[in-house]
């Protein structure tokens, strides 16, 4: 069985930092790209970041690079999510989300349809 499990949210002041996890179990974790996406309260979900495990390739949003850094651990198929610097406006439910490394959409790596499994995501509170 596929699972996707986020961790770390929490509620954090402005300028703080928190450190997501996203627990994969159930396929091959390094033949796989592993995205970061969120979702705040009447907005469409957007891509944060993604690595691609085939080529340790790295992607960000532009409203988080010089602040989110995207890593992995494959000997603890784990995927992180560092956010530093954090604003009210990445306030937001966390999703990961899983797609096999050969079957990435040219169309970009934040195109959310194309991964096949998903976690059930994790809440970030930034306050001002």
């Known amino acids: 069985e596929v699972q996707l499990v986020e961790s770390g949210g929490g509620l954090v002041q402005a300028g703080g930092s928190l450190r997501l996890s996203c627990a994969a179990s159930?396929?091959?974790?390094?033949?796989?790209?592993i995205g970061w996406f969120r979702q705040a309260p009447g907005k469409e979900r957007e891509g944060v970041s993604c690595?691609?495990?085939?080529?340790?390739?790295?992607y960000y949003a532009e409203s988080v690079k010089g602040r989110f850094t995207i890593s992995s651990d494959n000997a603890k198929t784990t995927v992180y999510l560092q956010m530093n610097s954090l604003r009210p406006e990445d306030t937001a439910v966390y999703y990961c989300?899983?797609?096999?490394?050969?079957?990435?959409?040219?169309?970009?790596?934040?195109?959310?349809?194309?991964?096949?499994?998903w976690g059930q995501g994790t809440q970030v509170t930034v306050s001002s």
């Open positions: 989300a899983a797609v096999p490394d050969h079957k990435r959409s040219w169309r970009g790596w934040d195109l959310a349809r194309q991964y096949d499994y």
């Open positions: 690595i691609s495990h085939s080529d340790d390739s790295k």
């Open positions: 159930g396929f091959t974790f390094d033949a796989y790209a």
